[in-house]
């Protein structure tokens, strides 16, 4: 196999190319121009920008909510001592309530269930993405952000 030049990302579209190589997907490179919710990338071997509508994007670069079952099984250590105003804890059994400006709990095991974890890294402005191109390029699939080291 002969040796592909280019930076990581490059070398990594030319492999997909070369060994999986579909006539009707293609991968490309592209860079975030405007972001979300008015989402346009620039390909980088097209002169035209693609809007919103010519894309679709991988949940994972989206600014989403899940729930999940938090658990530690060892030591667990969660404290805060940045809290800038009081906040109160109600008793379960509703006799009163505790207000504290910091708290710190060490050595315990910690479970929370149901717990909503919303992510917020969503695409930016600069970002270097990889895309697929479908259906002869008139629709784009933005799967993940492309990182170099």
Known sequence: MERIEGSGASQLVQLIRKIGYNS??????????????DLKIKVDHMNVE????????AQSLTKYTRKANLSTENKAEI?????????????SQGTGTIEFLSFGLASAKFVAKEVELEFLDELKEGDRVIVAGIHQGQTYIILDRAVMY
């Open 24 to 37: 009707e997907i293609t991968f490309e490179l592209a860079t975030v121009t405007a972001k979300p919710p």
């Open 50 to 57: 693609l809007e919103k509508d010519d894309l679709i994007v």
């Open 79 to 91: 404290s805060s001592s940045s809290i800038s105003q009081s906040s109160t804890l109600t008793l």
